[in-house]
């Protein structure tokens, strides 16, 4: 399998091993879409880490995961409905390296343990029909704040102009001119979930699957210096850019030349999975590496070859100026690589597919 497709990881040995240890040890067959996606994209070191707490008669590892809301990280992504993200004044940026994963598991697990489930967690339904989500705030999730709305408007137009100069005013995907969107990699509405303590904290979340230090690049990418920054930016098409806000397709960085210039990337169409409330936590997922696009309702085309974009198309960035310019940053290309293809496996991405395609309205972009 292709060291760099969508579904790299899902054949090793190690980790099916490790995931029909965790079905053992959770007495279950069943777990959330949720659980399933993540524990299948997870770092294979983590999941070991993971087995081996699990396994622990003391630990609370087993009850956190049964409990945890994990569905909150796609939630929060994508900005579908219970996100649990909050307009509170956030807390001060933790020091590098204060995850405090265990502890921080550890108090999840025993709000669970002890109320029964996670606090502010809505009870789970049966299999269903899943409800429409609110357009506007899904379609502008990543998109830059509006203008004329203060400092945080200067710093989005300053921003948005940076991307564009290094973007060429083309979608870097399709290389279309105007109309063109300035699409945030990590999501401006996310801007403020800095905190990284307990409950259903976004951060702690996914440091039960990624490693501190994945976990760490990725949060240190973002943090302090925000989001209205060009490394956090790109320009789209208005097409490209609801596909991509509705995780229909991942962007895999693959190298980055040595002077910062140029960074080559592979553009994968993501298949769409239906939301159940339980999953065979063994069952093998699939995420094909050879799709032309996404059945007949999404496609895409290069408009200087005019040939069709398909799964493991190579896309490049380039900037002439490193320094005033940079390329996106590689830790975020990595993030939205990730949780884009838990969104699309878990099925929170499709839960609102509909809802942005009756949408004839403009996406949000500058």
Same mark, same amino acid.
């Given at each position: ?35 399933? %996606? ?17 396994? $622990?008669?003391?630990? +609370? ?23 649990? /993200? ?6 001060? /940026?933790? +020091? ?14 025993? /709000?669970? $343990?002890? /109320?029964? %489930? ?65 699409? #945030? ?28 230090? #994945? ?41 980055? $030349?040595?002077? +910062?210039?140029?960074?080559? %990337? ?6 769409? #999975?239906?939301?159940?409330? $339980? ?7 699939? =995420? ?9 309702? #999404? ?7 005019? +040939? ?23 830790? =975020? ?34």
């Amino acid at each position: 399998m292709d060291e760099h497709c969508p579904g790299c990881g899902f054949d090793e040995e190690e980790r099916v091993r490790l995931i029909a240890k965790m079905r053992e040890l959770l007495q279950t067959a069943s777990t959330s879409s949720a659980l399933w %996606a993540c524990l299948w994209l997870s770092d294979l070191h983590r999941l070991e880490q993971l087995v081996a707490d699990a396994s $622990s008669p003391s630990s +609370k590892t087993l009850d956190a995961l049964s409990f945890a809301p994990f569905d909150s990280i796609t939630n929060q992504w994508l900005q579908l409905p219970g996100g649990g /993200t909050s307009s509170k004044k956030p807390s001060p /940026t933790p +020091k590098p390296g204060s995850l405090g994963r265990e502890a921080a598991m550890n108090r999840i697990a025993l /709000t669970a $343990s002890s /109320t029964g %489930a996670v606090a502010d967690e809505p009870a789970v339904q049966a299999p269903q029909t899943p409800p429409r989500a609110a357009k506007r705030p899904r379609l502008q999730s990543r998109s830059p704040s509006p203008l004329g709305s203060g400092s945080n408007a200067s710093c989005s137009q300053s921003a948005a102009r940076d991307c564009k100069k290094r973007d060429g005013s083309r979608c870097t995907i399709t290389k279309a001119y105007h109309p063109i969107d300035v699409a #945030h990699i990590y999501p401006y509405s996310m801007r403020n979930t800095m905190e990284r303590g307990p409950g259903r904290n976004f951060w702690n979340l996914l440091s039960y699957f990624w490693t501190e230090e #994945h976990v760490n690049s990725w949060y240190e990418s973002v943090f302090p210096r925000g989001t209205e920054v060009v490394e956090n930016l790109l320009c789209l098409a208005p097409q490209m850019h609801r596909y991509y806000v509705n995780s229909l397709f991942a962007l895999k960085p693959i190298h980055i $030349s040595d002077d +910062k210039k140029r960074l080559l %990337a592979k553009f994968y169409w993501l298949t769409s #999975h239906q939301k159940f409330d $339980s999953v065979d936590i063994s069952t093998v997922p699939t =995420l094909p590496s050879n799709l032309t696009g996404r059945g007949d309702m #999404h496609k895409a085309w290069n408009i200087v070859t005019e +040939k069709k974009i398909i799964s493991g198309d190579e896309i490049v960035f380039e900037t002439s100026d490193p320094e005033n310019l940079p390329l996106p940053d590689w830790n =975020l290309l990595d993030m939205q690589w990730t949780l884009q293809r838990v969104a699309a496996l878990s099925g929170a991405a499709d839960m609102l597919l509909d809802d942005s395609e009756d949408d004839d309205s403009d996406d949000g972009g500058i």
